[in-house]
């Protein structure tokens, strides 16, 4: 008992005492002497003996368990580690098959998406090729109409009409390689320069018959179709009109006769102003206000005029029955001249300047010298006539 280290006294005290086998720093030598300290317990030593060796079988039933539990543990571990491992192989093949799939997902997609690129490319040029073949037939309906409406001379209609198919023809600029379209648009230009030429006529024949009061509605609805036709055409008109207008004065005022000579220059102006009264009462109801056609006359005739001035006292400088010039009647000529160009400056102040149809002047002051100097120009290379006159008349007044 003494083997066990106290098994007594444990069982006196109620609790077991600590076993010296099991000490970490367990001497056989000292337990020994522990168990054999006096020659009287020697008589033990079979007893101890017995108890060594049950210590022994219970050591080694304990390391047998022990090995026994350990030995099926590693084998449990090493079935769990190739579970593991096959599970982990597993789940490899799971991810490569999900590549695989991934990829050939990828694949399928970029085939689709070409798909969609290719069907929205033909869905675009469908709906292009739609558009364009509606309003290729829009523009063929539109150019029959204006022939027949050209041909009934209904002018505001033609002019609504007109405008449309130049807008329309614009979208097949870059198709008149095809033939058809190219024969359209040779065809829309072709009544375009029909219009034109009609409209033309209508003015000329409304005009020389004297039936513009009777007939002012149609062809204030063909200056809308001349608009139409754009500025080559306006320009074309107003230049017929005005020179329709400005023929009589050109036949009666320009030459060497008497009705030309400077005595008559206000008959010029008296003229003139006659003009633009017919063209208030009459004319201006036909133009459209914005192509300011009484200023474009009053231009021309201001050009036409100066130019018969430069002719005139040319002429008058070389007078061949020794006189010379009249210095009174030069400066007479030439304040009515100056009283004259104001009055037009007074009349088209609020106007465009006289040199363009399009270009709007912004300044007062650009628009106050429209016509100034618009005819007395011819006047200023012989002001020295005057200037050498006052010399001889200060030269010859006598002393005071």
């Not at 004297?210 to 230049?239: F, I, P, W, Y």
């Given at each position: 008992?003494?083997?066990?280290?106290?098994?007594?006294?444990?069982?006196?005290?109620?609790?077991?005492?600590?076993?010296?086998?099991?000490?970490?720093?367990?001497?056989?030598?000292?337990?020994?002497?522990?168990?054999?300290?006096?020659?009287?317990?020697?008589?033990?030593?079979?007893?101890?003996?017995?108890?060594?060796?049950?210590?022994?079988?219970?050591?080694?039933?304990?390391?047998?368990?022990?090995?026994?539990?350990?030995?099926?543990?590693?084998?449990?571990?090493?079935?769990?580690?190739?579970?593991?491992?096959?599970?982990?192989?597993?789940?490899?093949?799971?991810?490569?098959?999900?590549?695989?799939?991934?990829?050939?997902?990828?694949?399928?997609?970029?085939?689709?998406?070409?798909?969609?690129?290719?069907?929205?490319?033909?869905?675009?040029?469908?709906?292009?090729?739609?558009?364009?073949?509606?309003?290729?037939?829009?523009?063929?309906?539109?150019?029959?109409?204006?022939?027949?409406?050209?041909?009934?001379?209904?002018?505001?209609?033609?002019?609504?009409?007109?405008?449309?198919?130049?807008?329309?023809?614009?979208?097949?600029?870059?198709?008149?390689?095809?033939?058809?379209?190219?024969?359209?648009?040779?065809?829309?230009?072709?009544?375009?320069?029909?219009?034109?030429?009609?409209?033309?006529?209508?003015?000329?024949?409304?005009?020389?018959?004297?039936?513009?009061?009777?007939?002012?509605?149609?062809?204030?609805?063909?200056?809308?179709?001349?608009?139409?036709?754009?500025?080559?055409?306006?320009?074309?008109?107003?230049?017929?009109?005005?020179?329709?207008?400005?023929?009589?004065?050109?036949?009666?005022?320009?030459?060497?006769?008497?009705?030309?000579?400077?005595?008559?220059?206000?008959?010029?102006?008296?003229?003139?102003?006659?003009?633009?009264?017919?063209?208030?009462?009459?004319?201006?109801?036909?133009?459209?206000?914005?192509?300011?056609?009484?200023?474009?006359?009053?231009?021309?005739?201001?050009?036409?005029?100066?130019?018969?001035?430069?002719?005139?006292?040319?002429?008058?400088?070389?007078?061949?029955?020794?006189?010379?010039?009249?210095?009174?009647?030069?400066?007479?000529?030439?304040?009515?001249?100056?009283?004259?160009?104001?009055?037009?400056?007074?009349?088209?102040?609020?106007?465009?300047?006289r040199s363009s149809f399009d270009t709007t002047v912004s300044s007062r002051d650009e628009r106050s010298h429209g016509f100034?100097?618009?005819?007395?120009?011819?006047?200023?290379?012989?002001?020295?006539?005057?200037?050498?006159?006052?010399?001889?008349?200060?030269?010859?007044?006598?002393?005071?």
């Amino acid at each position: 008992m003494a083997l066990m280290g106290g098994h007594t006294l444990a069982q006196t005290n109620g609790s077991a005492p600590p076993n010296p086998l099991d000490a970490a720093d367990y001497d056989p030598i000292d337990h020994l002497n522990t168990i054999f300290a006096h020659p009287s317990s020697l008589s033990s030593v079979s007893s101890v003996s017995t108890a060594l060796r049950e210590r022994q079988r219970d050591l080694d039933e304990d390391i047998t368990s022990l090995v026994s539990a350990q030995t099926a543990s590693d084998a449990d571990s090493i079935r769990r580690i190739q579970a593991a491992k096959d599970e982990l192989a597993d789940l490899f093949a799971k991810i490569d098959g999900v590549r695989g799939r991934a990829l050939q997902t990828e694949r399928t997609i970029t085939e689709m998406t070409a798909d969609i690129k290719r069907l929205d490319g033909t869905k675009r040029n469908l709906t292009l090729s739609m558009t364009a073949l509606k309003r290729l037939q829009m523009l063929t309906t539109a150019y029959e109409q204006l022939r027949g409406l050209s041909r009934s001379r209904q002018y505001r209609e033609c002019a609504h009409l007109l405008q449309a198919v130049i807008q329309l023809m614009a979208h097949f600029k870059s198709y008149r390689s095809i033939d058809q379209i190219a024969a359209l648009s040779k065809n829309v230009a072709d009544v375009q320069r029909e219009l034109l030429e009609q409209v033309c006529e209508d003015f000329e024949t409304t005009f020389a018959k004297g039936e513009v009061a009777m007939k002012k509605g149609m062809l204030s609805e063909a200056c809308l179709v001349v608009d139409a036709l754009g500025d080559t055409a306006r320009s074309r008109l107003v230049t017929w009109y005005c020179n329709t207008q400005l023929r009589e004065y050109r036949q009666v005022f320009r030459g060497n006769d008497e009705a030309g000579s400077l005595d008559n220059i206000a008959r010029r102006y008296s003229w003139f102003n006659r003009m633009l009264n017919t063209y208030d009462a009459e004319h201006a109801i036909i133009f459209p206000t914005y192509w300011h056609v009484n200023e474009m006359l009053a231009n021309a005739f201001c050009e036409g005029t100066r130019e018969d001035y430069k002719g005139i006292l040319q002429r008058s400088m070389r007078r061949t029955d020794g006189q010379p010039p009249d210095v009174n009647l030069l400066l007479s000529c030439l304040q009515e001249t100056l009283d004259f160009e104001h009055s037009l400056e007074r009349r088209f102040a609020s106007g465009e300047s006289r040199s363009s149809f399009d270009t709007t002047v912004s300044s007062r002051d650009e628009r106050s010298h429209g016509f100034s100097q618009a005819i007395s120009e011819a006047f200023e290379p012989y002001l020295s006539i005057w200037v050498e006159s006052q010399d001889r008349q200060g030269s010859s007044a006598p002393l005071h």
